[in-house]
């Protein structure tokens, strides 16, 4: 009788949890579904060609996201193109080359912390080591060191100051240990049976990894960098820390260009008191949903393509 009644109860306990699991995601399904509607009710009539490429203005009828729309393309990309390479050679070198010592520990348990750190931690981490450098050039700009002239593209300046380049570096600091965590998740997921008959073939520990390992984990790889860019264009903190403007009338030319990004300046029409811009604000979200779903389009393109060989 009492293994029944123990019986009986786990079954509960279980059917129990799994609804509860059920009532609050769909709770969740539902909230999002009203935000989404009610962003795109908002904004969907004042969202037209000339509000994408007109610059901001204080009057809400002639206002636009040219240059934050344009800001969020180049952070974002510098931001991939960085953390993207460097995240999962860290990650390969941790999971498949690197000693289990003491010190490797050290270094995932800090990778780990990292993860958690809050993203306005990072600004003004990007603030001192890219923005300044450390001071180590001056506080002044012009005692900064330049490389070409201003109206070029490979314009360079040290230290980066309130740059599009200093931007790009400071979200590569947020996503890179997700990036890492993600790429060795997914290394760990590829069965050890694959290394082994790679090593027992003669294939050293570096084809084994590029020609097996590597492809085998991109599904996963991918997805955390899908959830890490996710994250990237939508941070605003570390860009308001770094010095990211909310007013300008143009776009950026090279890496040392002034920028703005669409984060901020949707919280700056959303803060205003004007219902006008309340409506633009709506619109703009819509651009940067659309922006998102480009970059994860992209990106699940890029995982597809790299996929098929394994698919013979």
């Not at 703009?284 to 060989?309: E, S, T, Y």
Request: glycine share 8%; proline share 5%; with cysteine.
């Amino acid at each position: 009788m009492a293994t029944t009644r123990s019986t009986a109860s786990r079954v509960f306990s279980d059917r129990a949890f799994l609804w509860t699991c059920l009532i609050a995601t769909n709770v969740a399904v539902v909230v999002l579904a009203v935000l989404l509607v009610s962003i795109f009710w908002q904004g969907w009539g004042t969202l037209e060609w000339s509000f994408i490429t007109n610059f901001a203005s204080r009057k809400p009828a002639e206002a636009g996201i040219r240059a934050p729309l344009m800001g969020s393309i180049w952070v974002c990309t510098i931001c991939g193109l960085v953390a993207l390479p460097l995240g999962v050679g860290t990650a390969i070198f941790l999971e498949e080359f690197s000693r289990k010592s003491r010190f490797t520990r050290i270094v995932q348990t800090n990778i780990m912390n990292l993860a958690g750190v809050p993203s306005i931690v990072y600004g003004i981490l990007g603030l001192t080591a890219f923005a300044r450098m450390f001071g180590a050039f001056g506080t002044n700009t012009d005692e900064a060191i330049t490389f070409g002239s201003e109206e070029s593209f490979w314009y360079l300046r040290i230290p980066f100051g309130s740059s599009v380049l200093a931007g790009g570096l400071t979200l590569m600091l947020v996503i890179l240990p997700v990036v890492i965590i993600a790429t060795q998740e997914a290394l760990r997921a590829v069965p050890s049976s694959l290394r082994s008959g790679a090593m027992a073939l003669g294939a050293t520990p570096w084809q084994t990894v590029w020609g097996i390992t590597l492809p085998a984990a991109v599904p996963g790889i991918m997805t955390g960098a899908i959830l890490a860019m996710s994250r990237a264009i939508g941070e605003s903190a570390p860009l308001l820390v770094l010095g990211g403007l909310l007013f300008v009338l143009n776009t950026p030319e090279n890496l040392m260009s002034d920028f703005a990004i669409l984060p901020l300046q949707i919280y700056n029409w959303a803060g205003r008191p004007q219902d006008d811009f309340h409506l633009i604000a709506a619109s703009a979200i819509i651009v940067q949903l659309a922006v998102l779903f480009l970059f994860n389009g992209i990106a699940v393109l890029i995982r597809q393509k790299l996929q098929k060989p394994l698919q013979y």
